[in-house]
């Protein structure tokens, strides 16, 4: 009987805080700035430079750390990890090995077994390194140390999950309740949360772990999930063929599907760690755990319980606007203004979500105001706007959060409410169309469609389709 195997993965997610600043300097920490631009002696490992630690990376991690169930280190220090690569301008990076700020955690997914504790071992500050860019042209790399001293907490996990969909709960789950702890934005497509994907093998019902690899390079979630279902068919191959799987850091290449060695595993001697000189420790007392505590947001799970009660919304639509802060923010601002929650619910569900698509953009990307959006859904239910109108004021607020009721004035888009004005234009409709007439008095109803259409052209959009409809029939019925 063939044998089965079962993965156990562990995962290192580094998340980039959102600070104005740097973790010991005072740099900007925005992104997409030209090379080298926010640097300064202390990110750029100058000698005699000094560190000096920014308080709202301690809040930030504090606030993570409450939020996983984790234990704080009430003093907790920062140690030198020792390595050599041109884009570490110190030549080591500080770092948490010895007593890292959170420790001994655990999240809840929801996994097709029902909800599972995923474990987490530790949560350590400490500073990015820069970047390479690699000049195919000229054959040469090149450092930007923007990024370098950009602040990070890296969350390490228990070894607790076992495929490729408990790993994508946990990252979401993470993602989730740091966006909505506002200590980053989490896009990966931009770097600011990374994942390192710790896996191996083993036999069902062994009690041993298989020798693991480490898994770098991945930058969404569905390149992790690849990575896991190649990484686990690669060593079972192995292993199946005799062979022993090698601990090393592998990289893995999503265009190509498989992932190749880079460069063999260290463990923390090789980083020949110690206590930094530079910098003090961290005494964190009560009354600071507590005041972070009781600025704790409402999260998900919450929300998604007050929603049902006070909007009455469906669950499905609950759960889509509670899966993203920015998402539901803007729910409970626009509701706010206009006292319509179904109605605000349907355009972020429906047009909101399809622009985002069209735009390949995520939700944290928005920009409109609420109470743009308000003000478009008070002009529909007044009757000054169509909802075909409606939908094209809609896209020009996506993208340049114009207000509605200003640019409906200026673009001349109001509907002609005028019953006289509609009267006269439909009776002309119905003169000119003899045919359609007599196919609808023998019982075409597709007759009475081409006749609205005809007079919403000749109306240029801006009749209310009732009022057209209306009128129509009694015309037609006379």
């Known amino acids: 009987m063939a044998k089965q195997y079962e993965t156990v993965i562990g995962l290192e997610v580094h998340v980039e805080l959102a600070t104005k600043t740097k973790i010991f300097c005072s740099c900007s920490t925005e992104f997409g700035g030209a090379p080298n631009t926010h640097t300064c002696p202390v990110c750029t490992g100058m000698p005699g430079s000094l560190p000096v630690l920014n308080k709202q990376v301690v809040e930030y991690a504090l606030a993570v750390g409450l939020a996983t169930n984790c234990q704080i280190h009430q003093n907790c220090k920062f140690d030198r990890k020792n390595y050599f690569y041109p884009d570490n301008p110190q030549n080591y990076q500080i770092s948490q090995l010895y007593l890292p700020i959170c420790h001994d955690g655990w999240v809840e997914i929801e996994t097709e077994n029902g909800t599972k504790k995923v474990g987490i071992h530790e949560i350590h500050m400490e500073e990015d390194a820069g970047k390479l860019v690699h000049d195919e042209w000229e054959g040469c790399s090149l450092v930007d140390y923007n990024r370098s001293g950009v602040p990070l907490i890296e969350i390490v996990s228990e070894p607790d999950m076992r495929s490729a969909d408990e790993v994508i709960a946990y990252l979401e789950k993470l993602r989730l309740l740091i966006q909505y702890l506002g200590a980053s934005d989490c896009k990966l497509q931009e770097g600011s949360m990374r994942a390192d994907v710790n896996l191996s093998v083993r036999e069902v019902g062994a009690k041993e772990f298989g020798t693991r690899t480490e898994m770098k390079n991945l930058n969404s979630f569905k390149a992790i999930a690849r990575a896991i279902e190649g990484e686990t068919a690669r060593q079972i191959d192995l292993i199946e063929s005799g062979e022993g799987v090698v601990q090393e850091t592998r990289r893995w290449d999503d265009t ?102 069209d735009n390949n953009q995520e939700p944290e990307d928005l920009k409109f105001a609420p109470e743009n959006l308000a003000k478009l859904i008070d002009l529909v239910d007044e009757g000054t706007i169509n909802n075909k109108t409606a939908k094209e004021v809609f896209e020009v607020i996506f993208k340049e959060d114009v207000d509605p009721q200003a640019y409906v004035e200026e673009h001349g888009l109001k509907s002609v409410n005028d019953e006289g004005a509609l009267r006269a234009v439909i009776e002309e409709i119905v003169a000119a169309n003899p045919q359609s007439v007599s196919d609808y008095k023998g019982g075409k109803q597709k007759a009475m469609g081409f006749l609205v259409g005809q007079t919403m052209r000749a109306m240029k959009g801006k009749a209310d389709p009732g009022s057209v409809n209306k009128i129509l029939k009694e015309i037609l019925e006379r």
Request: proline fraction near 6%.
């Open 256 to 357: 190509k599907e498989r992932s190749y060695a880079m460069r063999s595993k260290e463990d923390a001697q090789d980083y020949r760690y110690f206590p930094d000189p530079d910098l003090v420790p961290v005494i964190i007392s009560d009354e600071w755990i507590e005041e972070i505590r009781s600025r704790q947001p409402e999260f998900r799970t919450e929300k998604l319980e007050r929603y049902k009660e006070e909007f009455d919304i469906p669950q499905y639509d609950a759960e889509i606007l509670t899966n993203s802060k920015k998402l539901a923010d803007i729910f409970e601002q626009t509701t706010a203004i206009c006292k319509k929650p179904k109605k605000v619910s349907n355009w972020l569900m429906v047009e909101t979500l399809r622009l985002l698509k």
